[in-house]
């Protein structure tokens, strides 16, 4: 996989700008759930588990809100454009992010949660368009198991990091970081050359981003494809929402925090561990998965299925660990196998649909994932809240997760497996 980067200048630019902008995400996390905490959790409050919740869905939603726009603008715009416009407005979102510091701030912090989740949409959106431009087609696998694994490197990097700066340098100059990292990204994009971007045979209409008329179009592509069931299956892991939502919580039972003050800025460095954790778990998924069942799409179908019963047995283990290294393990394991079906199921179907699609289809796939998401989300703060108690709220998230990945065994067996030619990168 690093041959890519050593041979193809174009996919390397696009990596570095992933790289830099995906460490810096990852110390605003942190520093966004330490200032949540800060402002708005307390041992005594009922409802911080819907705070967390609340931020987790404002960062998920706004694909909702604006993936049909975002995939009809990164078919029929330059990409690279969007890419850098992107990285400049999401500079300017998180230095807003400095002049939070009360409680009676935090709806301005939320909306400028959503703000930047909302700009990044249009960002993946044109980057997912790109990167099959940017590799052969015998690459493309390579291509997205790298790119996961960057960033799930970024991740546990940029989350222990981050935890650690919380700690050491405080919130507001994680965000001045973050913000910084968006304006070298958009340097490294600078220069990148891309093909240009597909000739549509519809113009571009308001009304069909608002009536969903383009995403039906690149749903019915992929239905005419007869691979549509693989939209859904991140729908199916989407449990995994409701077990992210509550990391901060977990971490602070292990670290001693949650006492009758929610500290969860002193947590700082416990709180990355875990999402650490899940960073090595997304990196070495998709490299073991492609070492035992190979690349072929026959390979990738079982490699989404089986992720999820990873996924699920990963997230079993933790309920019963009994101390931090082992809780660390579990999620380790857990995400393994959420990002081999992430990156099974990816590959699989930009290796069947049309270049000119692409946007619209990441666009259909973000939206279902997201609302799935969300939900998830909120279900797992909503029951933290009611039951106090973190054991019985993942095994309910256990059960559904175990769910639909049999869910999933038996649906995506349907998928055609022969490989079909595509045009290659231009």
Same mark, same amino acid.
């Given at each position: 996989m ?50 967390f919740?609340l931020?987790?869905?404002?960062r ?23 890419m ?21 701030e ?11 989740m ?13 990167l ?7 690459? $493309?696998? #390579?291509? /997205?198991?790298l !790119?996961a ?5 970024m991740? %546990?990097? *940029? &989350?222990?990091? +981050? ?40 113009a571009?209409r ?28 991140k ?12 990391f901060p919580? $977990?971490? #602070?039972? /292990?670290?001693? !925090? ?6 969860l800025? %002193?947590? *700082? &460095?416990?709180? +990355? ?22 690349s ?6 079982r ?15 933790l ?46 796939e ?12 909120? &279900? ?12 019985p ?14 869910v ?19």
């Open positions: 690093l041959a890519l980067l050593r041979n193809n200048p174009r996919f390397a630019r696009l990596w570095s700008a992933q790289v830099v902008s995906a460490l810096g995400d990852w110390f605003n996390r942190i520093a966004v759930l330490a200032l949540i905490g800060q402002l708005g959790g307390t041992g005594e409050q009922v409802g911080v588990g819907l705070l919740a931020e987790y869905a404002l998920m939603l706004p694909t909702a809100t604006f993936s049909p726009l975002a995939g009809a603008l990164a078919d029929r715009l330059s990409r690279k454009a969007i850098i416009a992107a990285d400049l407005l999401r500079c300017l979102v998180v230095l807003c992010l400095l002049f939070v510091n009360e409680p009676g935090l709806p301005l912090l939320y909306a400028l949660i959503f703000g930047q909302s700009v990044s949409i249009f960002f993946d959106s044109a980057r997912s368009g790109a099959p431009n940017t590799v052969r087609r015998e690459d $493309l696998h #390579a291509a /997205y198991a !790119s694994v960057t960033w799930s490197t991740l %546990a990097v *940029g &989350a222990f990091l +981050g935890g650690a700066l919380v700690e050491r340098i405080g919130i507001q100059a994680v965000f001045a970081l973050d913000a910084l990292t968006y304006l070298v990204s958009a340097g490294f994009l600078i220069t990148l050359v891309l093909p240009p971007t597909p000739v549509q045979p519809q571009f308001l009304s069909d981003v608002l009536l969903l008329t383009d995403l039906r179009r690149g749903f019915a592509h992929v239905r005419q494809l007869g691979i549509w069931p693989i939209l859904f299956s729908v199916l892991w989407s449990p995994c929402g409701g077990f992210l939502v509550l919580l $977990l971490a #602070a039972t /292990y670290d001693g !925090s949650a006492g009758e003050a929610l500290d800025e %002193a947590a *700082g &460095a416990t709180i +990355g561990l875990f999402f650490g954790a899940r960073g090595v778990g997304t990196g070495l998924g998709p490299l073991v998965a492609r070492r035992l069942w190979g072929n799409e026959r390979a990738l179908v490699m989404t299925w089986g992720g999820m019963l990873v996924g699920a047995l990963g997230y079993l283990c309920v019963f660990a009994p101390n931090l290294p082992l809780a660390l393990a579990a999620v380790t394991l857990a995400h393994m196998g959420g990002s081999a079906q992430w990156v099974g199921s990816t590959t699989y179907w930009q290796r069947r649909i049309d270049d000119a699609f692409r946007g619209r289809v990441f666009a259909t973000f939206l279902l994932m997201t609302l799935s998401f969300s939900v998830f989300a909120f &279900a797992g703060g909503l029951m933290y809240d009611l039951f106090g108690d973190l054991r709220v993942y095994l309910v998230l256990v059960g559904a997760a175990l769910v639909g990945a049999l999933g065994r038996s649906w995506f067996r349907q998928l055609p497996t022969g490989e079909r030619p595509s045009p290659q990168a231009g």
